[in-house]
Every structure is written in structure tokens, then in C-alpha cells.
């Protein structure tokens, strides 16, 4: 690994001077950092260990409705805090969904908000890629690319945004508080990430040296909190990222939606809010048409990128079906599989079970 | 035949690891943990390109980085004794040394940086930055010439039948064919391939992890131009080998060179992405199948033919159709193999080669004949059990297979299994599948020696350089030492894993306990026979004049066979001679004239549930019940932790792993077990491995069969048939993933 300066701030102050320096990077966690320093897929020539910064590590629940997650909160300590199990079920569950509990324990707030595509084509630094090298090309283009976006795309990367906890916080309309050079000022996590367009290597719209020091859920975030869901496929049962995901959070008025919120995980390069499939539902019954609807809505620009058009169709149905698991309600506790569809009860409200024996159903 | 008749006292007993405690200590060393004084650091840099050559090297760049020792290159790399590419022997696999400056797959090692730390080695070897003259290349299945292997496997015939398969196929009522998809998976044990080497003058001591110390020393000695005996590798413990260890790989080798180029030891270990190209995979395969059967689903014909994958520059063709030449009774039989080459690296034995494969396509496409009959699939695999081994009409040694899919089905419940697809849900909707796979894998053996002493306090000592990788060898050689010396097992030391003792065989091809197991037994009696001899002739021992064959050893005595109340204890024997011990070696090797008369293999049958989402198309096991039958279990809590670690691994080989390699690059895209997906505890299903009682007189003295690859064989296909039944959609492409049951 090459050599590097590390360089341990006690204030958020000292950490942006510090970071002014070249070739700095912020270090939490480092679960993907370090991976990718290890692999050489970035090589900071100064470390700037924030995890000792006062003050960023706290969860508040404010007067006024909202709730600030400090940057430096582990993802486990914000999935379990009761509170914010209560009121933003659908985070508590995309967390829990997310890596295994080692990662877990360790992975903090600002670093799942920052963390770096899954392109195996970023990754592997014998590859072409905009966004690790600009100018130099995008080999997924062409390539193996199965897992990668239909929507936001271009010609220059094809990468997917893979956290998970994003995609319910993008749902919430929550903001991205960030300290810098030039001051403090907030940003909309929808508007955080940024899309390809000519300029993959811009990933988020955080200038040099800006830092992450909380996420913040509005007040009225927690008024979905009878319904919602975060629905993730994955290609094995836990430990995976997201082939496509969704996070639905429903305000219920009655047999009626009031209002909608909907966004898909791992289709583009930022968690993506579907918000004409949302304007569908304000007002709408929750029936299978409404929601199928809803899920043409949401992928209604979709296009392939390469080898992977059934991710369209899958995410018409993971919307779909994560409509329909909000409007039955929120389980009253996370599931033990959280997030899977094998935690879930989609049919037994509305279909027979028609099973041969007891040996299908009981042996699991 | 009693209980203690059949298994004896300590065979057959459910004894938990003797090496368990130290493994979950830390106190068991694994070859990378081993630092002698003056240990330095090897990293290998490894070729970004499939074909071609390296032009370039900054060896400036990284000599110049602090903490960096040297640079090994094919510039100033050691020349070795003879070629690695030369093939003196069919196991000679041809290894990448730094010998010339080409390039024959991606991953290939291409220089070894030594450096003080790790991290300077590593650094050094990112600063070399290589620069290539590129060669377009090619690896998909397929592609460039398809040609004939001479052989398949490990030397078998590369084509083998019986009948006439056109007149069988033209003769049938109901025929299928069907192409099945197996996609390469890359060895990646736990503990990836490393050394810790160190040189005097000529003589090496190597902390390696290897299946084989014996066959690892031989290919040094070639390679380095020194007798074997200057050679002591070391070998404990193994965090899995699956194939990968059976022969040396090139990184192991390169350790030992760097140690040599610097004159120092020299530790060197693989990084996980390094594992897909130089340390070997299982090949890619497409299979077609044709069936032909009568209206009651008997087979008239099994056409079973493989296209497959080897490298550019040596020769391994998987052999998936052997298993049909011993497996299904069909009126004629016909397995073909083919192959192309391709910029990869050479492919390799990987747990149940061939049969792995081979088993998957072969249970898929019989389930589709019998849809095609409307066949339950127990009962189409009944109408075509072989009573004797289909092509050489030779009878089985044993065989419980009957037994295997009776106790199975019985404990699975599959009597209740609607024949028709898509007809089963859970409470929650989700859909689900039975399937069924029948395991088979040879019951071979290899050759080892083994030596045992009698020591005048009482106790043992079992001598063999045979290797656990984790399989259990620490406990059943000492199983079967104790019972052959009539000693209790807490009084008998094992010494394993080392070069230096008796040539104790390969622990692969599942023949590593049927092989030194039959070693141990043999060098047992043998110093039983030396022990007896003091006794029978001194007319001071109770047991004068017995003859040899006139007593037994139990509890630390041996006794007169005709009158067991005249014993005397090994201690009073040894003592009253004045000798400290006895000691003997013995054989483990297949008897070759049963070997010819009988044909040899284990079986088994399991049973798969899965359930699928029926809109998502995500897939689980749900439940797994293997019912095996393999001679005499030596240790039955060992036995099953191997059967389910195979049907782990079928659970991986139906769903989950599957090597990536893009088309224009030749690169594995998905080389590290972020993307490479095996099975985590999540997918793994509630497990049963049913014990079916067999007993085999023929297959060697203690009638033992292999079980380590037994597992894998069977459970895919049966996850494969599972997945049809739940959800209608026939998958040919294995592994089945969620995309393709999107419809």
C-alpha cells in the first residue's frame, strides 16, 4: 500500500485544514475506503481520521420533528435505536439489510452516504473508467455489465449507487449537512449524489475539503411510519448489494393514499425518487392496478445500459411489491431477514396457501 | 455381528476433532503463521493482460521505494533445474516462474517484489507498473478449434460406451435433448495458497499448505535440482484444499525462489484476487444430453457429451460425463468429451471434478424425461438403477443406493410430491420445489505407508505424512491406529503433515482416509505381528507358543485367541525384553485384482426443497436431506460435517457461484469474494445427512469409501429440479439466478 500521511483532528476546524492539504481523504470507518486503497483504486497521499471529532456522533430527536444523525453514527447503533426504529422503519430495515454485522458495527452515517460504486469496472484498475480516471473510457460499456443502471445513465458511466440506506433517506427527503471552507450549508440527499453525465468523476456535489457532519430526516418524516418498507433482491440471502431495491413510505388517509413516496436503490448512479409514480398514488386507492401503474410510472425512462434490461421488469415489480407490504403496514418489528422477500408475507392476506404437506411449510 | 464387531472401539464412534482445541485457540499454526528469525516479505505482481508479453518494468521505481529488498523479474529470477512447462509426468501442470517474459492468462504472476514489511512489498509491487505488447484473446467456451482430448481428468479414456445409442434413441418412446450450462468457479479455500521458505545452502524447509507433501517434494526436487530428501516441507494444518493443494501451484513456487534470490526466508501469500488465474478453477462446461426411453422410462439410450474449457498451454478436461458411465442403467451409453483453448489459466481438480458438473445436467435432463413420461423422478431413477456397473457389467463391490433413496424420501416426505410443477406455496405465497439428485463418486484409492510403534509405557505412536485440510485425518488415523492396536485413543499419538514420515499419499480424489487409513491398519498389525513374536516365543509369557495368528490385541494386551484369560499387557512384553519399543510400517494401496472384478463407488440421494419468490425470482434452499451410503464410517459426526460441506457447496453450484470473465480482456471481472458469491449462513438450509449402513468387503480391508466429494454430487441437480417443480421454468444455464425466472 503506499505510504500515506494520517492525521488525527480533535475539531471539525482542524479536520477541513487538514484536509486542505493535497491528496487528502476523510477516513471514518474506512470499510471502503481502505478496501479500495488496498486494491489501489484510490491512493490518498494524507488520511484525515475524523472518527475522534467531537459532537458527530450523536442521534437528536428535535422539538420540532426532525432528527439529526450525527456523520459518525454506526450504521448498528442507528438501525437499533429504538426511536428511529419506531419512526423511520424503512431505514432501520435498509441498514440492517447492508453488509454483515462486522461492517455493521463499524460503518458510519456520512461514510454509507459517500460510499463508491460496486463497478467491478472501478474497481479493477486495469480497466478503463471515467469516474477513477477521467478521460480514459468506460469498459463496463460493452462489458460485463448485468448489474448496472437503466436509469440517470450516459455514455460516460453506467455505474449504480449501491448503499442501501440511502434509498429510504432519498423516500424521507432527508438533507446532507456539510461543513467547508466556505461555511456550513445543507443540500437534499436527492440532490447530493450527482448523475454521470460528462462528468463521472463528480460523484457528489461536495467541493474539495467539504465535510459530512450529519444527515437530517425533515419533520413529517415520521408521519409514514405506519407504512413503510425497504424490499431488497439480492442474489443470495443476506450479504449481497441490491440487484434493484425500493423503499415505499405511505401516509394512509383511510382506505385512501394521501400521499406516496417511492425510490429505487441500485438503478442509477443515486438513490432515484420516482416521483411521477408518486403523484399517481396521492389521492389513490392501493389496489394491484394503482400499483402497477405507479410501477410504469416510476421506470416509465428506464433503459438498458448493456445486458441487463430485466432489471426493468424487476424493478416494476420490487415497486410493486414494496407498495403493497407498505399499505398492509409496517411489521411491528424488523424482520429477521430484513428487507428480503423471504421475510415478508406479500399473499397470505390475499391468496390460499395451498401447500401438499406439512413438510413445506414447516422444515425451514 | 456386534456393534463393537463392526466399527470396533474406536472406529465408528462420533469422537469430536482431537485438533478442535487448538484450532479454536489459535494455537494451531497454518503455513503462513510460521515466522523464522529474519522472515521478509514476498508480494507478486501479476499480469493485467490474457496473452501476450511484458515490455516494461519500473524495477527502478520499486527498488527505489523505501523498505523494498529486491525485485525478482524474468530478467534475474533464478533459472530452475528444468523447465516448468515441462510435463515428465501427466500431474506435471505447467507453472508460471518467471522463466520468460510471456503471458498466458490474466492473474499470471509476472514479478515478486521482496520488501522488509508487507506493505513495502506490496507498494513496491503496485509501482512496477507494468506495460504489455497485447494479444487479442479469447475465452469463451466455444471458441477457436474444438478438439478431442486424449484424455479427461486424472487419465481416464476420453470417450467410453456400450451399445448402440442411435438404434437406443431411434428404439425410444419418449426422448429429450437438452444442453446444460456450468459456469467456471476458481478455487478460493479459506487459507490461500502461501510459503514460508527457507534455504541452507541446498536443503529447503517449506511451510506449505499442500494435499500431498510427498508428490510437493518430488516437483521441488525436479524444479530446484536437489534430491527430495534435502526437502522438508511442513504441513500441519490446511484451510481447505478442494483440489487446489493437490499439486503445487506457481505462487507457492515463487515464495521459495524469492527465498533463495534474497538468502533469506521469505514468506509470500496469495491475495484473494490473485486466487482467480494461477491456482486453478473448474472449467466452464456445456453438456448435451440425449435420452431415450420406453413408455415405463427405461433408459434405451444416454447420450452424454462435454465441450469444455482448457488453457492455451496445458491440458485438464473436466470430465462431467464419467458419471454416466457408472451410474444409470441404460440399454446403450455413449460419453464424449471436447474441448477448446482459451487465455485462462490452466483449470484443475476441484471437489467431485467432473462428477460435479456432470451431475447437475445429468439429474436435470433425467427429470426432464421423466415430465416427458409423466415419471415421479424417484421412480424413473429406480426403473434405471444399475445392478451392475452399466458399460463394464462389472458387479459393485457394494451398493446401497436403493436404501439411500428409500431412506431419503422417507425422511424428506417426497411421497406427498404433486407431480406437476407450480403446485406447492408456503403461508407466505412464496412458491416451492422438490427436487431430487442422486450422488455418486468413486471409491478409489492411491498408495501410502504408514508407520506404527508400540512404546513400552503403553502407549502409541501412528507415523504418516498424510494431511488433514480439515476433513478430520487428526482423528480417524488415530480412530483406526487405536482399534488396530487394540488401544484406547486418548493412548495413541498421531503425527501427520509432515515430509519427513512415511509417504502417506494425496488427500484428494476421496481417497485420503480409505488410503492412509488402510496404511495405518496395515503398519498396526504389522507391529502387533512384531509384538506377538517377542511374546509367543518366550517361554516367560503366558502367551508362549501361541503362534502369531494365535492372539488379539484389546485394551493394551494381547491375549491367546483360544483362551483370552492368558494375556499380558504390551508394557510387560516390551519390558521383560528390554526393548522400548516395536515398531513396523504398512501399506495402504487397492488390491488390484478386486479392483478389476468389482467396480467401486459411493452413493447417495438427496432430496431439495426450495422456494422461490414467484414476481422477484429470488431463490432459497429450504431444506436439504442427503442420505449416503460409503462403507464403513469411520467417524460419523466427521462424515457428516463432510457431507454437508459438499451439499454446501452443490448449494453454491446451483445458485450462487459463478466465475465473470469479460469477453474482450480475458479478465475475471468479479475476482473477490465481495462479487464471487458462494453461499453465506443465510442461504445455507436446515441439513440432514442420513448414515446409510453399507459394508463392503472388497474395496480395502476396513472397507472404507471416501466421502469427501460424495456431497456436492446430487444436490445441485436435485436445487436444479427443485427450482423447475416450484416455478415450471427449466433452467439450463447453471447457476440459477434470479434473472432468469423472470419469465
Known sequence: MKAFDYVRPASVAE???????????????????VDLMKGGVTRPDVLVDITRLPGLAGIEHRSDGSTRIGALVRNAVLAHDPTIATRYPALAEA???????????????????????????????????NKRAPG??????????????????????IATHPSDFCVPLAALDAVVEIEGPGGPRSVPLEAFHRLPGDHPERETVLEP?????????????????????????????????????AAVALRMDGNRIAQARIALGSVALKPWRAREAESLLAGAAPTPETFAQAAQAALAEATPSGDNAYKI?????????????????????????????????????TQSAASPSAGASTHV | MSERQRHGASIGQPLTRRDGPDKVTGAARYSADFKPEGLVHAVMAVSAIARGRVTHLDVAAAEAHPGVIAVMTPGNAPKLAKSPDLKDNPFAFRLDLLQNDGVRYANQPIAVVIGQTLEAATEGAALLAPRYEAEPVSVALGAGEVFTPETIGAGSPTSEGSGDVAAGMAAAEARIEASYDTAAQYHNAL????????????????????????????????????????????CHYLGGGFGSKGFIAAPQILGIMAAKFVGRPVKLVTRREQMFGPVGHRAATRQTLKLGATRDGTLTALDHHTLTLTSRHDDFVEPSGILSRHLYAAGAISTTHAVSRADIGTPIFMRAPGEASGSVAVESALDELALELDLDPLEIRLRNYAEVEPITHRPFSSKALRECYAQGATRFGWASRPRQPRQMRDADGLLVG?????????????QGEARATIRADGTALIETAAQDMGQGAWTVLAQIGADGLGLPVDRVDLRIGDSNLPNGGLAG????????????????????????????????????????????????????????????????ILSRVGKACVEAKGQGQGDPASRKTYAMHAHGAVYAEVKVDPDLGQIRVTRLVGAFAAGRIVNPHLVRSQYYGGMIWGVSLALHEHAVLDPRSGRVMNGNLAEYHIPVNADVPSMEAILVEEHDPHVNPLGIKGVGELGITGTAGAIANAVWHATGIRVRDIPITLDKLLG
Request: glycine share 10%; hydrophobic share 45%; charged share 15%.
Open chain 1, 95 to 129: 441498514l440492517l439489510s447492508g453488509a454483515s454485522g462486522q461492517l455493521r458495527n463499524a460503518a458510519t452515517t456520512a461514510g454509507n452516504v459517500l460510499q463508491r460504486t460496486r463497478c467491478q469496472y472501478f474497481t479493477d484498475t486495469a480497466s478503463a473508467c
Open chain 1, 15 to 33: 479536520a477541513l485544514a487538514a484536509a486542505a492539504r493535497p491528496g487528502a481523504a476523510y477516513l471514518a470507518a474506512g470499510t471502503n475506503l
Open chain 1, 136 to 157: 480514459t473510457g468506460c469498459d463496463a460499456i460493452g462489458g460485463v455489465n448485468r448489474a448496472h443502471a437503466v436509469l440517470g445513465w450516459s455514455r460516460h458511466c
Open chain 2, 509 to 572: 480424489g476421496s481417497t485420503g482416509t480409505a488410503t492412509s487409513g488402510t496404511a495405518v491398519h496395515n503398519a498396526t498389525q504389522a507391529a502387533i505381528a512384531e509384538l506377538a513374536a517377542l511374546a509367543v516365543a518366550d517361554r516367560a509369557s503366558p502367551l508362549y507358543g501361541a503362534g502369531n495368528a494365535g492372539v488379539t490385541a484389546a485394551d493394551g494386551r494381547l491375549a491367546r485367541r483360544d483362551d483370552p484369560a492368558r494375556s499380558e499387557s504390551f508394557s510387560e
Open chain 2, 191 to 234: 487459507e490461500p495458497h502461501s510459503s514460508v521458505a527457507q534455504w541452507d545452502g541446498d536443503r529447503l524447509t517449506l511451510h506449505t499448505p499442500t494435499q500431498a507433501l510427498w508428490i510437493a517434494k518430488g516437483r521441488l526436487a525436479g524444479l530446484f535440482g536437489i534430491p527430495p530428501e534435502n526437502i522438508h516441507v511442513i
Open chain 1, 209 to 245: 475539503g467539504e465535510l459530512v457532519v450529519a444527515v437530517t430526516l425533515p419533520p413529517g418524516a415520521d408521519g409514514f411510519a405506519a407504512h413503510s418498507r425497504y424490499l431488497k433482491v439480492r442474489e443470495r440471502t443476506s450479504y449481497a448489494f441490491a440487484v434493484v431495491s
Open chain 1, 313 to 349: 421488469e424487476l424493478a416494476r415489480r420490487i415497486v410493486v411489491r414494496a407498495l403493497t407490504l407498505s399499505a398492509a403496514g409496517t411489521p411491528a418489528r424488523v424482520p429477521a431477514l430484513p428487507a428480503s422477500p423471504f421475510a415478508a408475507s406479500p399473499f397470505a392476506a
Open chain 2, 434 to 446: 422438490w427436487g431430487l439428485g442422486t450422488a455418486t463418486y468413486p471409491a478409489g484409492m492411491m
